[in-house]
């Protein structure tokens, strides 16, 4: 099995730099750069579309915080990809962090020091308790709405990349963790 996962891991190459681009003359890099900057309104705009009485700018603040916090984290894991691959690499000791509840600990705690006043923070999990499928996400949903009117903010699903979508409109069948268990 170590032989196998050293084998794969050959295979994969590491996640690209998480370091924010920069606009210059290269059309590659400003590129990057719009489409960086359009990534982070696109999950602003959704996030203040959760009601009227959310704050535009504190969904700039998530919205940054969560995309460049994801691309962070795939930098300090020093992720392999695709993510399940990762997954292997940590069960069996050669990588320390980077499982899906790892990225929710993680980026849970990066948007809990923006001391939001108009959001509110939920712990996601999906097939809980289940060994290979289970999966844990941060959710976010404006202040006094449901876990379920929320938007899945989940890091792991793409290798750093933020993957975002309503709670009511993912995949996975999320339940709320309890703040209790975090």
């Known amino acids: 099995?170590?032989?196998?996962?050293?084998?794969l891991s050959a295979c994969v190459s590491a996640h690209?730099?998480?370091?924010?681009?920069?606009?210059?003359?290269?059309s590659g890099i400003s590129r990057e750069a719009g489409t960086y900057h359009a990534k982070i309104a696109s999950l602003q705009n959704d996030l203040a579309a959760l009601n009227?009485?959310?704050s535009i700018v504190e969904a700039g603040q998530v919205a940054q915080t969560a995309i460049q916090y994801?691309?962070?984290?795939?930098?300090?894991?020093?992720?392999?990809?695709?993510?399940?691959?990762?997954?292997?690499?940590?069960?069996i000791g050669l990588k320390d962090r980077g499982l899906c509840h790892h990225w929710t600990a993680d980026l849970m705690e990066q948007l809990e020091r923006l001391e939001l006043k108009?959001?509110?923070?939920?712990?996601g999990v999906a097939h809980r308790g289940s060994e290979?499928?289970?999966?844990?996400?941060?959710?976010?949903a404006a202040k006094?709405?449901?876990?379920?009117?929320?938007?899945?903010?989940?890091?792991?699903?793409?290798?750093?990349?933020?993957h975002w979508t309503p709670v009511k409109n993912d995949r996975y069948p999320w339940q709320e963790r309890p703040r209790s268990e975090w």
Not at 118 to 123: A, N, P, R
Not at 144 to 162: A, C, H, N, Y
């Open 118 to 123: 108009t959001y509110q923070l939920y712990w």
């Open 132 to 140: 290979l499928r289970e999966h844990n996400s941060v959710v976010i």
């Open 70 to 91: 994801s691309a962070y984290l795939a930098e300090e894991y020093k992720l392999v990809r695709p993510a399940v691959l990762h997954n292997v690499l940590v069960r």
């Open 16 to 26: 690209q730099s998480g370091q924010l681009p920069t606009e210059n003359n290269n």
């Open 52 to 54: 009227g009485r959310t």
């Open 1 to 7: 099995m170590l032989l196998i996962a050293l084998w």
């Open 144 to 162: 006094g709405q449901r876990f379920e009117e929320g938007i899945v903010l989940d890091p792991w699903r793409d290798s750093g990349e933020l």
